[in-house]
C-alpha cells in the first residue's frame, strides 16, 4: 500500500515536471486561422479564429520570410522577420513559430533569451558565430555555415554574430511556440520604461554614473 502510494507521488510528480517542459497547449481543433478583423475588445489567449469553412490553402502559407529584413532598422545591424498572425494566420495556435535572421557585415544579434521557447537556428548565408549561456554559467558556442544548424534552449541568454567584415548572414531560426518572446539583455537593463533606478545598475555591473549615462546613451541612440 505504502509502495503504490509513492509510485503514484513520484508519477505526479515526474508528470508535473514533464507538464512544464511543454510549449504551447495543444489546440483543441485541426487549425484555428486567425481572425486579424476579431473583435479588439475581447482579450483571449491568441487571436480569435475565423469560420473554419472560410479556411483556404493561403492562410497556411506566407512569403513573408522570403526577402531579407532591413539591418539598417536598428542600431545593431539585425532584422528579425517573425511569422504572426498578420502574415501566416494558419499557424495560430499550433505551438511553432519561424523566424528570418539578417545580419549586416560584423553586425551583432546582441545576446537575448526567449521566456517561451526553444530555438534551433540554421545558417543559410555568410558566417556566424552563435553562442549561449548555460545556468551555471558555461558557454557553448560554434561558428555556423551555411546548411549548419544550432540549438538555444529555452530560456537560455544567446547571440549571434556575424563574424565577416564584408559578407551579410542569413539565418533561418524555428520556435516551439507560436510566441517566443525576446528580451535583449542589455536593452532590458539600461533602457526599461520607467528605467531601473541607477544606484541598482551601477551595483550590478560595477559601473559608476557616468558610464550608466553613457551606456544608456549609446543603446537609445
Ligand atoms: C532601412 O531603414 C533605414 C533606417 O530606418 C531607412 O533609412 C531606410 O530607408 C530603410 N531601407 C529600406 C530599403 O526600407
Known amino acids: 500500500m505504502r509502495t503504490t502510494f509513492k509510485l503514484l507521488f513520484m508519477s505526479l510528480v515526474l508528470w508535473s515536471g514533464l507538464a512544464k517542459a511543454k510549449a504551447d497547449p495543444d489546440p483543441l481543433q485541426d487549425y ?11 482579450y483571449l489567449n491568441g487571436a480569435s479564429c475565423i469560420d473554419p469553412q472560410l479556411a483556404a490553402s493561403s492562410h497556411f502559407a506566407t512569403s513573408a520570410l522570403s526577402m531579407p529584413g532591413n539591418t539598417s532598422a536598428n ?14 494566420p494558419g499557424y495560430h495556435t499550433q ?17 537575448h533569451s526567449h ?4 530555438e534551433v537556428t540554421i545558417c543559410i548565408k555568410g558566417e556566424i558565430l552563435v553562442g ?6 558555461h558557454q557553448y558556442t560554434q561558428t555556423l555555415r551555411p546548411g549548419e544548424s544550432f540549438v538555444f534552449p529555452k530560456g537560455l541568454i544567446h547571440y549571434l ?10 539565418s533561418i531560426s524555428g ?9 535583449l539583455t542589455s536593452v532590458a537593463a539600461f533602457t526599461s520604461k520607467p528605467p531601473l533606478p541607477d ?23
Do not use: W
Open 32 to 42: 484555428c486561422v486567425a481572425d486579424p478583423n476579431g473583435p479588439q475588445t475581447l
Open 175 to 183: 520556435f516551439n511556440s507560436q510566441n517566443p518572446g525576446a528580451q
Open 95 to 111: 505551438g511553432v513559430a519561424m523566424a528570418r535572421v539578417d545580419i549586416a557585415p560584423n553586425a551583432l544579434v546582441p545576446p
Open 132 to 137: 549561449f549561456v548555460d545556468t551555471s554559467n
Open 75 to 88: 542600431s545593431f545591424g539585425f532584422s528579425v522577420i517573425l511569422t504572426s498572425t498578420r502574415n501566416l
Open 199 to 221: 544606484e541598482v545598475l551601477e551595483k550590478a555591473f560595477k559601473i559608476n554614473g557616468q558610464d550608466v549615462v553613457r551606456i544608456r546613451r549609446n543603446l537609445e541612440g
Open 115 to 118: 521566456p517561451r521557447a526553444s
Open 161 to 170: 554574430y556575424n563574424v565577416s567584415p564584408t559578407h551579410p548572414a542569413t
